[in-house]
């Protein structure tokens, strides 16, 4: 996942371990947290599986 930092989910379900959190507007910020995504296929399937174990304790009545 990549994300700007005001973004309203970014706080809960980004972070280092699953995915990049922009802290600008730039595209040279944008461009390289595609590139570090991108660029690394076992980092890239290590943050799908920290993506989906995240997800998958949310739900909407926890967030309730």
Same mark, same amino acid.
């Given at each position: 996942?990549? =994300?700007?930092?005001?973004? $309203?989910?970014? =706080?809960d379900?980004?972070?280092? $371990?699953? $995915?990049? =959190?922009? #802290? /600008?507007? #730039? =595209?040279? #910020?944008?461009?390289?947290?595609? #590139? /570090?995504v991108?660029?690394?296929?076992?980092?890239? $399937?290590?943050?799908?599986?920290?993506?989906?174990?995240? *997800?998958?304790?949310?739900? *909407?009545?926890r967030?309730a």
């Amino acid at each position: 996942m990549i =994300v700007h930092r005001d973004c $309203g989910a970014a =706080v809960d379900l980004v972070s280092a $371990g699953n $995915g990049v =959190v922009l #802290e /600008t507007f #730039e =595209v040279s #910020e944008l461009q390289r947290a595609l #590139e /570090t995504v991108s660029s690394d296929p076992v980092k890239l $399937g290590n943050m799908k599986r920290n993506s989906l174990e995240r *997800i998958s304790k949310s739900s *909407i009545d926890r967030a309730a």
